[in-house]
């Protein structure tokens, strides 16, 4: 196996002296991936590789009863076809789930298809080309029973969770009561569509096996937990596994879990003993890899004569596969956003014949609050109120759902600096009263964001050397979002050294369990463990230097020291101090570690709500007689605590913002009932935004000081980006044309008949 490359950017231009937290570093890696040098997955290419082709399912429900392949394996260069027959043996039951975070497989244990894009064999050859035409010869043969698809196939029932562990329903006062007696409610159900990760990175896995030994390169957003999978299902020990993943083109969720075409690349390379690579076409990534489940969610809210809230009742109803539990948590977007004596939500699903749903950019919360954040605005404007005066009356001082107090809530600027950043305060209240030179209608329209400030399990290893330099080592995950960077500026603080001394090890599953880039937590996670990682290290510099009569900082132990430029200096006397390398040459050391480690405070859990916020403001101009909607501009202000590098936050939120837009106006699986199949599984019809539809994005970050979140006071900007979003730009469609769409994508088709109207 080829060892990794990992060759980061040492130009000064990256490089501020000081601290390097808060600064607008350029990414490390930038220059590797402009010049192609940055190795994805499938880039590797040890000696002796073969490639692997998937065979998948056209059908979504039945069994496999012929596979041609002998005419498969007659075509020159194919060496093998893996189907049930000869898979080589699992130690573990790919159907088997022991706990929350394990997901079922599709590994080849039988015959049966339970979903189109179902892998039904992988076809092994000396070249892609000869792999695939093996592939196309299997001409399978099915039993085909009808697909259940949609969300009225199947019989319907209460999850026992949603999400991970969440309560399927959840009430806090007497929503039925508060609704009766509102002095105005509102009733409406909206439809959101099914939508797949489309990772510009499509899945990928070589893999190369050395006795028990294995070696993979594949993109992961959980190192440790993949190896775990691998090794349960193998029966070998994690530490056999060596997992490199340095950079992944995107996950955004499909990556958080090892899926079944990286198993059943590992399953080839075993079964032909030879490295194998073996890479998802792109519409084979519309099944076995994870989606976002398409919901139905009904809104009933009431206020009372003032405008006040006194009922949110919201309902969402979703799918999950025949055979496996992923239920999106939709309805959970109700519980922290708008203060309301009564509150309820509640969640019902059905089985149907697709891949099972999983993890997708904000899961739940991108889902419910498009939704939520439509019916405040329909509510606003029943009330006769601005939406931003609106939300303001019902501003949520705690936490509705639970009574908390946050740890910490900057919402209130966000909405005043977004709103004036934009130009809000001119915003006319009746719909369809603005237009262009050109005539086009024009609308405005606003969302209010959030997104849980989580906190995983981390451990991060921190080395002071001889020589005065640094390393940090985490087996974090860069998806893209800038780890290479942002963790590299908080390891440089931590040791108290200049970026360029701190050499950072990251993205290989060998180094200290990162443990995972999801739920927009990672920064925070893994930032904490390299944070408490430098600090451990540097207090044992420090114990070494203060116990020597020696050392300037000999007895400096009451007042401490600070380490910084390499030194430690004395906290109460900052000109006595002593370099690293003094330290340890006295020592007679050439280097000293410690770890340390990152987990969520339960104290401060308990006591506090913990969220990041935000305020996104949208203009879009609809063309009155077509119906065509172009967003032109959107102003998005987030309170999101520390900001590690205000250039990859900044980044993050455009992210987010554009996955708005596409949520709101472009992003849908269009599935054929009759056959199961996705009819748009492939990026020219699987619309996402192009450049040309993404508007002028403005991101403010309102400062934000967090006690309670962790030791940095980051709250992580992964996905909130999202939820505001979306909300704005249905709401600015409405805004400009009178029409409440409440089925999204809102398309041409949803406009035309209102507003010829
Ligand atoms: Mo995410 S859906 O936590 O990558």
Redesign the pocket.
């Known amino acids: 196996m080829t060892p990794e490359i990992i060759n980061l950017s040492r130009d000064p231009a990256h490089v501020r002296h000081g601290s390097n937290i808060g600064q607008p570093l350029t990414r490390r890696d930038g220059i590797l991936k402009v010049k192609g040098e940055a190795r994805y997955a499938a880039d590797n290419h040890p000696p002796g590789l073969l490639y692997a082709v998937l065979a998948v399912s056209s059908i979504a429900r039945g069994r496999v009863t012929f596979l041609d392949v002998p005419a498969a394996k007659r075509h020159p260069g194919v060496v093998e076809v893996m189907t049930p027959a000869n898979r080589p043996p699992l130690a573990e039951d790919p159907d088997a789930k022991t706990n929350p975070f394990m997901f079922r497989l599709d590994l080849l244990q039988n015959d049966k298809v339970r979903y189109a894009n179902q892998s039904i064999a992988v076809v092994i050859a000396e070249t892609l080309e000869a792999a695939t035409e093996g592939a196309a010869l299997l001409a399978p043969q099915y039993d085909v029973l009808p697909p259940r698809i949609g969300l009225d196939s199947n019989e319907s029932f209460v999850p026992p969770v949603v999400g991970i562990g969440n309560p399927s329903e959840i009430r806090r006062g007497d929503v039925e009561a508060d609704l009766a007696a509102a002095s105005k409610r509102i009733e409406a159900t909206y439809d959101t569509p099914a939508q797949y990760h489309n990772a510009m990175e499509p899945h990928a896995i070589v893999a190369a096996w050395d006795g028990d030994r294995l070696s993979v390169d594949t993109p992961s ?1 959980g190192l440790a937990m993949a190896q775990g999978r691998i090794a349960g299902l193998f029966g070998i020990s994690p530490a056999n596994i060596h997992i490199r993943s340095p950079f992944l083109g995107g ?3 499909s990556k ?1 879990f090892i899926s079944g075409p990286q198993l059943l690349g590992i399953l080839a390379a075993r079964l032909v003993g030879r490295p194998v690579k073996l890479v998802l076409r792109r519409e084979q990534m519309y099944g076995p890899v994870g989606h976002r489940a398409p919901t139905r969610q009904t809104m009933r809210i009431g206020v009372d004569g003032d405008g006040v809230l006194t009922a949110i009742d919201h309902h969402a109803k979703t799918v999950s596969s025949t055979f496996d539990d992923f239920f999106e948590p939709a309805a959970d977007a109700s519980h922290t956003l708008y203060a309301s004596p009564a509150i309820a939500t509640s969640h019902e699903a059905v089985r149907v014949d697709t891949g099972t749903p999983l ?5 739940g919360e991108a889902t419910g609050s498009i939704v939520l954040e439509s019916a405040i605005d329909e509510m606003a404007f029943a009330c006769g109120m601005d939406p931003l005066a609106f939300r303001l009356k019902n501003y949520a001082d705690v936490e509705p759902i639970s009574g908390k107090p946050f740890s910490s809530k900057a919402l209130r600027q966000c909405y005043a600096q977004g709103a004036e950043r934009f130009g809000w305060a001119k915003r006319p209240l009746a719909p369809r009263a603005m237009r262009d030179e050109a005539g086009l209608l024009v609308g405005w329209g606003m969302g209010t964001a959030t997104f849980p400030a989580l906190m995983f399990q981390a451990e991060a290893r921190a080395v002071v050397r001889s020589d005065g330099s640094g390393v940090m080592e985490t087996g974090a995950h860069d998806m893209g979002q800038g780890a290479w960077t942002a963790f590299a500026q908080i390891a440089a603080d931590g040791l108290g050294l200049d970026l360029e001394q701190v050499e950072f090890k990251s993205g290989t599953s060998d180094l200290p369990d990162a443990g995972i ?4 937590a990672h920064t925070a996670t893994a930032g904490s463990a390299i944070h408490n990682a430098g600090a451990a290290v540097i207090a044992k510099l420090a114990d070494l230097a203060m116990g020597d009569k020696r050392s300037p900082l000999f007895g400096a132990g009451n007042a401490g020291v600070i380490a910084r430029g390499g030194r430690l200096h004395r906290r109460d006397d900052e000109t006595r101090s002593e370099s690293y390398a003094d330290i340890l040459g006295r020592a007679g050391l050439s280097a000293i570690e410690a770890r340390g480690n990152s987990a969520a405070d339960p104290a401060a859990q308990s006591n506090y709500a913990m969220h990041a916020h935000g305020a996104v403001f949208a203009e879009v101009k609809v063309d009155p007689d077509l119906g065509q909607i172009r967003v032109t501009r959107m102003v998005g202000a987030f309170a999101a605590g520390r900001v590690i590098n205000p250039r990859m936050v900044q980044s993050q939120l455009f992210g987010g913002m554009i996955w708005g837009v596409s949520f709101a106006l472009h992003e849908q699986a269009v599935m054929d009932c009759r056959s199961g199949r996705i009819l748009n599984a492939n990026l020219g019809e699987y619309h996402i935004p192009v450049n040309a539809d993404v508007p002028s994005l403005d991101v403010l970050t309102v400062d934000e000081h967090d006690p309670h979140v962790n030791a940095l006071g980051i709250k992580g900007v ?2 909130i980006g999202i939820t505001g979003s979306a909300g704005a730009v249905a709401n600015a469609v409405w805004h400009a044309t009178g029409v409440r769409v409440r089925r999204f994508p809102i398309g041409i088709d949803d406009l035309v008949m209102g507003l010829t109207a």
């Open positions: 957003q996950g955004f969720g958080g993890f997708m950019r904000a899961p880039a999801g739920g927009s992964g996905e």
